[in-house]
């Protein structure tokens, strides 16, 4: 458990509205990143930051942005959302352990976008 | 891109049996780690496996690393309901300590 919140948890929203999402974390980590997971698809990651407004692009980040004004706090904005953003989206922190990082990942938010 | 495949995708079993699943890639990985995703929660991390041909052990699962460090195996032995679960592989891609994740395998043990 790396200190990871997200909110909101559960979210239903329209096709055409902007929707944002927010993950918290208490332990100052420098890494964080956006995923989202869809049946037979994995984990795809749609931005991620290396530090406080810094932020770059993942594999599948059309339609997305996300801001990072503060080490807690990463938001990630569907500026107008479409069906085809329904998904589980998680974000997650990298840790150093050892020799190796891992990521840790927050509860996750569903959205349904309709 | 460096892309992992997990095979099988689904897989449904009784208590008591064993089961292997496999991670590949055409690229090698300097390390690969395994995750355990149950419903309603993100990934956990299992394990890492680094050097080429390693084995870790952890209780009834065990974990290899090709030896040409293109693809790794999760064996799990005498399967129990609480193995349920959705298994993910990952390894290091791009900067800023990326994953790259495969597909997943959906387990379900039943009693």
């Known amino acids: 458990d790396a200190g990871i919140t997200q909110s909101p948890r559960h979210k239903v929203t329209e096709t055409g509205t902007p929707v944002t999402l927010r993950c918290h974390q208490t332990e100052n980590h420098r890494y964080m990143y956006w995923y989202r997971q869809d049946p037979g698809h994995g984990l795809r990651l749609i931005h991620y930051s290396y530090g406080v407004k810094d932020t770059d692009k993942g594999e599948v980040s059309d339609g997305y942005s996300v801001s990072r004004s503060k080490t807690e706090d990463f938001l990630l904005t569907l500026e107008s959302a479409t069906s085809s953003q329904t998904s589980v989206y998680f974000c997650?922190?990298?840790?150093?352990?050892?020799?190796?990082?891992?990521?840790?990942f927050g509860p996750g938010t569903r959205l349904l976008v309709l | 891109t460096q892309l992992l495949e997990q095979s099988p995708q689904f897989l449904s079993i009784q208590e008591g049996e064993n089961l292997t699943v496999y991670c590949n890639s055409s690229s090698v990985f300097s390390s690969l780690q395994w995750y355990r995703q149950e419903p309603g929660e993100g990934p956990v991390l299992l394990v890492t496996v680094v050097t080429g041909g390693e084995v870790k052990k952890l209780k009834r699962l065990t974990f290899q690393f090709g030896d040409a460090r293109k693809d790794s195996s999760l064996h799990i032995t005498a399967a129990q309901p609480g193995d349920t679960g959705l298994y993910l592989c990952?390894?290091?891609?791009?900067?800023?300590?990326?994953?790259?994740f495969g597909s997943g395998t959906q387990l379900t043990v039943l009693p």
């Open positions: 990952a390894g290091p891609s791009g900067s800023a300590r990326q994953l790259t």
């Open positions: 997650a922190v990298s840790r150093a352990g050892g020799t190796q990082e891992t990521q840790y």
